[in-house]
């Protein structure tokens, strides 16, 4: 039987304001398009609890004692990674038996989903701390000296893999209808190798990197991009560069041509993707390309040329206007990995 749609708050009050007023059930039920029943019910509902709201709901009794509760929270939060078979196992000795199901439900309600752990960079201890060095060392720079740095980095896009995850509204058991699947082929059908730039005023150049990059190519696409970049971009005096700790960055060769250049680069934290905004942009342009689907190598090359010049300069600006809360978050978890 189709469940029944719940009463407005306002229509709930109506009912009692009506019936005070000296209105029968019948009366009311025709004059709002109620049931009786459902009048009655609200009516008695009002005259014993003095609401009409919905009352919580009285939870069946638990078959894990508090103490089992306390005994496999803190099992999970020592080890998240304990499986729901180790606690029934655990339960037994201790003299309860349970279902698999039952421990999912008692975690659920102490606030613990089971999820699919997510896969981060491996931060070592001197990670940590380069990266709790860097937060409490800008957490105070004015929003205007982010403003006027330029974000760079590198990303690899498969023609036919896991860029992104895309929505499809189906019906049921038409999930593998053509129209909403994304298709995709072993080692992913190639791929192409981008690097790009942007500022809180928009996307600056995004070049494909045709051959394997080293310290030189590096170098020349800086010498013919980073500048022009800067430039359309209408950065101010003084500028700053941000890319990563890639041995192509960090060469010797890289570090005197960008000081020979007079460029002043920000001093970057290794194992960081989540303190780079451009990681978002990327991200970004991945769902794009998800939602057009390139069926080969130079269609991706144009696609993504095409998407990045359409990424929104108001999208460039929110991601550089919150970089505060990127520090915070960093400073609040240890120096570990966030949630950007």
């Known amino acids: 039987m189709a469940k029944t ?5 306002d229509t709930r009050n109506k009912i009692v304001d009506l019936h005070q007023a000296g209105k029968t059930e019948s009366a009311i039920g025709k004059q709002l398009g109620v049931k009786k029943s459902t009048v009655g019910a609200i009516i008695r509902k009002w005259k014993t609890y003095k609401t009409t709201d919905n009352l919580p709901q009285s939870a069946a ?11 496999i929270t803190r099992t999970v939060s020592k080890n998240p990674r304990t499986t729901r078979g180790d606690l029934v196992n655990d339960l037994q000795r201790a003299g309860t038996k349970v279902t698999k199901a039952t421990i999912s439900n008692t975690l659920r309600r102490q606030g613990l989903k089971s999820c699919s752990a997510r896969r981060v960079p491996l931060l070592k201890p001197v990670h940590v701390r380069a990266r709790l060095k860097f937060a409490r060392e800008h957490l105070d720079d004015p929003e205007e000296y982010w403003e006027n740095v330029i974000w760079s980095d590198e990303t690899k896009i498969e023609l036919f893999g896991k860029n992104s995850t895309c929505r499809v509204w189906r019906r049921k058991n038409a999930e593998l209808h053509p129209k909403n699947t994304i298709p995709t082929v072993k080692h992913g059908g190639g791929n192409i190798m981008l690097w790009g730039c942007f500022s809180a005023k928009g996307p600056g150049r995004l070049i494909r990197v045709k051959e394997r990059m080293n310290g030189a190519m590096y170098r020349e ?3 013919k991009n ?3 970049s800067a430039r359309a971009l209408k950065m101010k005096r003084g500028w700053v560069f941000q890319h990563d700790n890639d041995p192509k960055h960090t060469a010797r060769a890289t570090k005197e041509w960008l000081r020979k250049k007079h460029f002043k680069v920000l001093e970057w934290p290794s194992q960081s993707p989540n303190l780079n905004p451009i990681e978002n942009l990327w991200r970004e342009l991945k769902i794009r390309l998800a939602q057009r689907q390139p069926q080969n190598i ?6 993504c040329m095409e998407e990045w010049a359409k990424l929104p300069a108001t999208v460039c600006k929110n991601l550089v206007a919150t970089y505060r809360k990127r520090l915070t978050s960093v400073i609040a978890n240890k120096g570990y990995i966030t949630k950007y």
Request: no cysteine; glycine share 4%.
């Open 5 to 9: 749609k719940e009463l407005s708050k």
């Open 61 to 71: 009794p638990s078959k894990i004692s508090p103490r089992g509760v306390k005994m």
């Open 221 to 223: 696409i800086l010498r």
């Open 226 to 228: 980073l500048l022009p």
């Open 298 to 303: 130079t269609a991706l090359e144009e696609i």
